[in-house]
């Protein structure tokens, strides 16, 4: 089993910054990919960022420049530092990894964090 802990969510202004942490734990394989989505309310769950373990990246348009994801492997951490933060940010953070075990890929999910721009 996979644990998935989150922190570093919370209320920041327009334009303030923000740094998000997922740590990973329990029964990991081989780590394929790490990354965050979000969900804002009455909206889907949709892709912020990802990373592999090589260190190739993928950002949507929204928070491409302005938002960026980095990994410790060594701590099975991956992290998302967010600047220039928009009121249209505002969402529950999730954690996301995909881990490979005998030939097959499992996605995991931590529990979310909240994340609020607003004056």
């Known amino acids: 089993q996979v644990q998935l802990v989150e922190s570093g969510g919370g209320l920041v202004q327009p334009g303030g910054s923000l740094r998000l942490s997922c740590a990973a734990s329990?029964?990991?394989?081989?780590?394929?990919?790490m990354g965050w989505y979000r969900q804002a309310p009455g909206k889907q769950r949709e892709l912020v960022t990802t990373i592999t373990n090589g260190g190739i990246t993928n950002y949507a348009d929204s928070v491409r420049g302005r938002f960026a994801i980095s990994r410790d492997n060594t701590k099975n951490t991956v992290y998302l530092q967010m600047n220039s933060l928009k009121p249209e940010d505002t969402a529950v953070y999730y954690c996301?990894?995909?881990?490979?075990?005998?030939?097959?890929?499992?996605?995991?999910w931590g529990q979310g964090t909240q994340v609020t721009v607003s004056s």
């Open positions: 996301y990894l995909r881990h490979r075990k005998f030939a097959r890929d499992y996605d995991n």
């Open positions: 329990g029964s990991i394989f081989s780590i394929r990919t």
